[in-house]
């Protein structure tokens, strides 16, 4: 069964502080992604990575950052938290190639406050 | 460009009626359209997925959509509405490269 694992449901942060944010997912996808949700709004993507190393930026890049060493695992930073970042912060993985694969696998999601 | 548009926040049903969640989008290529849903404090989970194959698409727990360019609509229903249904539904377009665009949401009341 196919599973993409957060490291955590719950964080409470000051503002700041630097925040990594773990994502695994443990079925060898090329792909990998970032999403911050907020009411009203849907998803919005903030980076994504198509392979080890690479990275692209999404449509909110700004504050956050990403790493990418190995292929199950996905890392986002914020570098110095604020109280906007506060939200909920969804991984998902998808196979690489075209359109038809990029049915993506989501985890549970972070939820994260920033103090 | 592409775009989605939800076209209601929120929907409320009695169980046993139908659903019916609206979605038009627009997209510069022939477009991937994809349904989520979210259930409490769970990740997205895939109802189903149009890829340029059959404009009628049937998805998990009797949901279906059905493709309409002409409309550039993607509306998903389902006969009967279960308790159970009650989540968020999210509409997404796929268009060029690894632009995915998410719809802001419709949240499902389903009334005993």
């Known amino acids: 069964d196919v599973k993409v694992t957060q490291s955590s449901r719950y964080l409470v942060k000051r503002t700041g502080e630097k925040v990594f944010l773990e994502c695994v997912q443990d079925?060898?996808?090329?792909?990998m992604f970032w999403y911050r949700q907020d009411p009203g709004l849907g998803l919005r993507l903030i980076y994504f990575?198509?392979?080890?190393?690479?990275?692209e930026k999404g449509d909110i890049p700004e504050g956050y950052s990403v790493s990418r060493e190995k292929k199950e695992r996905f890392s986002l930073i914020l570098e110095s938290a604020s109280t906007n970042q506060t939200s909920m912060y969804l991984c998902a993985s998808s196979l690489g190639g075209g359109f038809a694969k990029n049915i993506q696998y989501f985890g549970a999601g972070t939820r994260l406050s920033v103090l | 460009a592409q775009s989605v548009t939800q076209l209601d926040s929120h929907v409320s049903v009695s169980e046993g009626t139908p659903v019916l969640l609206r979605c038009n989008y627009s997209s510069s290529y022939s477009p991937s359209l994809f349904w989520y849903v979210q259930h409490p404090n769970k990740g997205l989970q895939l109802l189903l997925k149009y890829t340029s194959a059959a404009t009628l698409v049937k998805g998990i727990n009797g949901f279906e959509a059905e493709f309409k360019k002409s409309e550039t609509s993607f509306h998903l229903t389902k006969p009967s509405a279960h308790m159970s249904d009650a989540a968020e539904y999210f509409c997404v377009v796929v268009g060029g490269g690894f632009k995915t665009i998410f719809g802001a949401g419709t949240r499902l009341f389903v009334k005993a």
């Open positions: 079925m060898d996808h090329e792909n």
């Open positions: 990575s198509y392979d080890v190393k690479m990275k």
